[in-house]
């Protein structure tokens, strides 16, 4: 007797309570094992229209087994039971897989957004493929996205048997190069798509096209949601005014929402000393007080997270997080960099989040801090201090290292001459101007002994732009990247991978002020890093709320 044709079709998985009740086999035999339910259209004389369904209903794992094996008359009890163990679904039907129709500025944004869309299916316009050809020259971020994007198409394309278009349109499967998370397939335009646009649409338009060929693959697939994701806004609102789904890409974004975004403090409840009291241990070591605490608040602590306690009539406490074992976590003290005895290079905090992010400059044990706030809150102020008092007093590092991105406010100004530091200047102001404070401290020295300063401390700050970054490595170095917030995080990770032993790399921005185009509050690399970055041992971060420059630069940045 021959066998039946497997399934053409993908199966899906019945809900507990359905192969309970309608699979519960004739004799109780809960020795049977669940595997030769699946084997049984192939090994027992069944008809042909029986054995398909049985192979398409996916029977239970074998530890639901039992449950089914039990009499018709407990299938209540055995329906309870399979929904108890039954594992839970995270995944869509395979029916319900959408067509996403990808825009080219997609491609360049994120060269491996191909592999980001989990079990659905990806079409590329041939209109795609041209502007993708257009763009790969160049030594720019875009063009090396572009050549990457092309390498990978090559990739997939190689695992074709033939050149024919039947089996090219049959899709590529986008997990053939090793990409196991996506489980769909790549479709290419094979044919060309005729589909009239409204008059007021002129046809030779790149972007109309796409919208032309979304359009044609809605009518050819009726049962299926065909979406547009591009990173042009207003191609998505060209394309909802026709009448077709867009999206914008989202999977570059760290966070939805940037107050979501990890500060780095936190407040602890009033009565905390009342529910972690009982069972509090605390003691003193070189002059630091620890607690080791145990209560409904330790789950919600990081490694390194600043906490404090300000209550009217208690000793205000403000402490770091430096051990979390099981339930319980080590507090201990921080310094107090508001007094004066306490100044680094002449600086001293001026608010509580100030003082929470000189503990963290001047910590020894923290390889990488990140610093955000608004404009005026002193982030390179402090972080160019303690780098100062750490190269100079402690010699704990043997140089400081500044960069940042160049990108302009307004029109560029053209080519800079000089060196790398020459051209680097004009980015450099505020460290120009946060030099010229702290260099105020030593005015007793008069003005050689000032000159002479400036000279030293000149000597030991190096300025380096980020193109000449990619293969190097610092060694004992003290790193400042300012305007971090302008990076992105392919950016991000190319410079805090260059750090060798004994580095400190600071991160300083402001997530309101991104002046680089495509990159927002939550797709930003400082944002990635900070996210990245929590909880680990050797990492700190500090949201800086009060500004401190002047009072006319608060009221700004609070109205404007």
């Known amino acids: ?57 996916r029977l239970p794992t074998p530890a639901s087994s039992p449950a089914a094996a039990k009499p018709a008359g407990n299938a209540p009890a055995a329906a309870k039971t399979a929904k108890a163990t039954a594992p839970k679904r995270t995944r869509k039907p395979a029916g319900a897989a959408k067509l996403f129709v990808l825009d080219t500025n997609v491609l360049m944004h994120d060269p491996m957004s191909l592999f980001r869309f989990e079990e659905h299916d990806v079409y590329l316009p041939m209109i795609t493929l041209e502007e993708l050809d257009g763009h790969k020259k160049g030594m720019t971020e ?36 090793g990409h196991r998370e996506a489980e769909g397939k790549l479709f290419f335009q094979t044919q060309l798509i005729d589909t009239p646009l409204p008059q007021g649409l002129p046809q030779g338009k790149a972007d ?27 191609m998505r609102i060209k394309a909802r005014a026709l009448g077709l789904p867009a999206e914008d890409y989202r999977n570059d974004k760290t966070l939805e929402d940037s107050d979501l975004l990890y500060t780095g403090v936190q407040a602890l409840p009033a009565d905390f000393w009342d529910r972690h009291g009982k069972t509090m241990e605390s003691w ?9 605490i145990s209560g409904p608040l330790v789950p919600t602590l990081l490694i390194n997270e600043l906490v404090y306690l300000e209550a009217p009539g208690t ?14 976590a080590v507090l201990r003290t921080l310094k107090d960099y ?76 053209g080519f800079l001459p000089g060196t790398e530091e020459e051209k680097m200047g004009p980015w450099m102001g505020a460290l120009d101007d946060n030099l010229e404070v702290l260099a105020k401290g030593g005015s ?15 000597s030991k700050i190096k300025i380096k732009s980020l193109n000449f970054m ?82 006319l630069a608060d009221f700004a940045s609070e109205v404007l």
């Open 208 to 234: 109309n096209q796409i919208l032309g060929v979304v359009q044609a693959l809605k009518g050819l697939h009726p049962g299926r949601e065909v979406v547009l994701v591009s990173k042009d806004i207003n």
């Open 1 to 57: 007797m021959p066998l039946p044709k497997p399934p053409a079709q993908r199966a899906s998985r019945l809900d507990a309570t359905a192969y309970s009740a309608t699979l519960t086999p004739s004799k109780p035999r809960a020795a049977a094992p669940a595997i030769a339910h699946v084997a049984a259209p192939a090994l027992a004389p069944a008809t042909p229209a029986q054995a398909p369904t049985a192979e398409v209903l």
């Open 338 to 413: 508001g007094n004066q005895k306490h100044a680094v290079w002449g600086v001293t905090s001026r608010n509580r989040e100030q003082n929470f992010a000189l503990n963290l400059l001047m910590d020894p044990e923290c390889d990488f801090i990140t610093l955000t706030g608004t404009a005026g809150t002193g982030k390179t102020l402090m972080t160019l201090a303690a780098a100062l008092a750490q190269v100079f007093d402690d010699r704990r590092y043997s140089e400081i290292i500044v960069t940042r991105v160049t990108v302009p406010v307004g029109e560029d100004i």
């Open 315 to 328: 000793t205000p406490l403000y402490a770091k997080v430096t051990e979390i074992t099981g339930k319980t």
């Open 444 to 458: 007793s020295a008069g003005e050689w002994g000032r000159a002479a300063t400036q000279d030293l401390v000149r």
């Open 142 to 177: 875009v063009a090396r996205n572009v050549r990457q994007v092309s390498r990978e198409l090559d990739q997939l394309a190689a695992s074709l048997k033939s050149s024919s278009i039947e089996e090219m349109a049959k899709g590529l499967s986008l997990a053939g190069t």
């Open 470 to 551: 990619r293969g190097r490595t610092f060694l004992n170095k003290f790193v400042i990247i300012d305007e971090a917030q302008n990076l992105t995080p392919k950016q991000m990770k190319t410079l805090i991978t260059r750090a060798g032993p004994g580095t400190k790399i600071v991160c300083l921005g402001n997530l309101a002020q991104i002046d680089t185009p495509y990159l927002t509050e939550g797709s930003s690399g400082l944002t990635f890093a900070v996210d990245r970055f929590k909880g680990w041992a050797h990492s700190g971060h500090v949201t800086l709320a009060r500004g401190e420059r002047s009072r």
């Open 284 to 292: 003193q070591q070189g002059g630091t007080t620890f607690y080791r």
